[in-house]
């Protein structure tokens, strides 16, 4: 296997997995990276469903709400392709339906809002005041390097983000990590992007579910893999509140309010670095323990 992308290399990548191929009558082709995980990422399969709705809605009109459904796991060894269905065009709101298939059968799909901007009432929670700034923060490599065993699997992962947690990872070993409330995490892409509000909204929805479902875990002190649990994405919801930029650093504070029947619900506010609130995730999944 050949050693995967970092930093520009890594998100140039992402953006060309984020670039489907028009196959015409508003249907797009997606692919996966080469090397990775043996289903697709959820993120990946959401945010180029994302970029296919995107791709039959007025440039001026931007995406304020997304909500979509995991069905069945997708094989990333086969092209995905996203049906776009036009449900409505209205004065301020346009609403589609992105499907995603591969072997006749649908693997997700995705209802999306877009908005055209106007001026209105402006408020918002202020960002937690409690939480170290990113500099000050391990990196994923700084605390990697306490795990060698983690180091390879960590590998075959591509690394267009960068991930930075403020407390213990879901990925350490068993017994490695406390059990705490929130799950707050520094993210960033590891590069910069084209100046494309849909490009970066496209890159936010696949961020977002990097990390988010372990806030369940983080709530119990349990961690991923031996000795913890599997975990697979069922639904996924985000509403974008305030431009920004996903080539920049963003909070995202998550927790989880409740688990039970082998589901767990997370929910995740990303916030800029000056405190603006940018956009908020929602998402249940389901989480198996698995043994040691």
């Given at each position: 296997m050949t050693e995967l992308a970092t930093g520009q290399e890594a998100v140039d990548e992402l953006v060309r997995l984020l670039d489907l191929e028009a196959l015409g009558d508003d249907r797009f082709l997606g692919i996966s990276p080469p090397d990775g995980p043996q289903r697709v990422f959820g993120g990946q399969v959401a945010g180029q469903a994302l970029v296919a709705a995107g791709r039959t809605v007025d440039r001026q009109r931007r995406v304020h709400s997304l909500h979509g459904y995991f069905v069945r796991?997708?094989?990333p060894?086969?092209?995905?392709?996203?049906?776009?269905e036009n449900i409505r065009d209205g004065r301020s709101f346009s609403v589609r339906r992105s499907v995603a298939q591969q072997h006749g059968k649908v693997i997700f799909f995705m209802s999306a809002s877009f908005h055209r901007l106007e001026d209105g009432l402006d408020h918002a929670e202020p960002a937690p005041a409690d939480v170290p700034p990113p500099d000050e923060v391990p990196t994923t490599a700084e605390r990697l390097a306490r795990y060698e065993e983690r180091a390879g699997i960590w590998s075959m992962v591509p690394r267009p983000i960068d991930v930075r947690y403020v407390g213990e990872p879901g990925?350490?070993?068993?017994?490695?990590?406390?059990?705490?409330?929130?799950?707050?995490v520094w993210m960033r892409l590891a590069g910069k992007l084209p100046d494309d509000p849909v490009l970066h909204t496209c890159v936010l929805t696949f961020a977002s579910d990097l990390t988010l479902l372990d806030s369940v875990l983080s709530a119990h002190g349990a961690v991923w893999g031996p000795g913890g649990f599997a975990g697979a994405s069922l639904d996924h919801a985000m509403w974008f509140h305030r431009p920004f930029r996903a080539d920049e650093w963003f909070l995202y504070d998550c927790v989880s309010p409740s688990?039970?029947?082998?589901?767990?619900l997370a929910t995740g506010r990303m916030f800029t670095l000056d405190g603006r609130h940018i956009a908020t995730a929602v998402q249940?999944?389901?989480?198996?323990r698995v043994g040691g």
């Amino acid at each position: 296997m050949t050693e995967l992308a970092t930093g520009q290399e890594a998100v140039d990548e992402l953006v060309r997995l984020l670039d489907l191929e028009a196959l015409g009558d508003d249907r797009f082709l997606g692919i996966s990276p080469p090397d990775g995980p043996q289903r697709v990422f959820g993120g990946q399969v959401a945010g180029q469903a994302l970029v296919a709705a995107g791709r039959t809605v007025d440039r001026q009109r931007r995406v304020h709400s997304l909500h979509g459904y995991f069905v069945r796991p997708g094989d990333p060894e086969v092209p995905i392709t996203y049906a776009v269905e036009n449900i409505r065009d209205g004065r301020s709101f346009s609403v589609r339906r992105s499907v995603a298939q591969q072997h006749g059968k649908v693997i997700f799909f995705m209802s999306a809002s877009f908005h055209r901007l106007e001026d209105g009432l402006d408020h918002a929670e202020p960002a937690p005041a409690d939480v170290p700034p990113p500099d000050e923060v391990p990196t994923t490599a700084e605390r990697l390097a306490r795990y060698e065993e983690r180091a390879g699997i960590w590998s075959m992962v591509p690394r267009p983000i960068d991930v930075r947690y403020v407390g213990e990872p879901g990925w350490v070993p068993a017994g490695d990590r406390p059990a705490e409330p929130r799950q707050r995490v520094w993210m960033r892409l590891a590069g910069k992007l084209p100046d494309d509000p849909v490009l970066h909204t496209c890159v936010l929805t696949f961020a977002s579910d990097l990390t988010l479902l372990d806030s369940v875990l983080s709530a119990h002190g349990a961690v991923w893999g031996p000795g913890g649990f599997a975990g697979a994405s069922l639904d996924h919801a985000m509403w974008f509140h305030r431009p920004f930029r996903a080539d920049e650093w963003f909070l995202y504070d998550c927790v989880s309010p409740s688990a039970s029947g082998a589901r767990g619900l997370a929910t995740g506010r990303m916030f800029t670095l000056d405190g603006r609130h940018i956009a908020t995730a929602v998402q249940e999944g389901l989480l198996r323990r698995v043994g040691g």
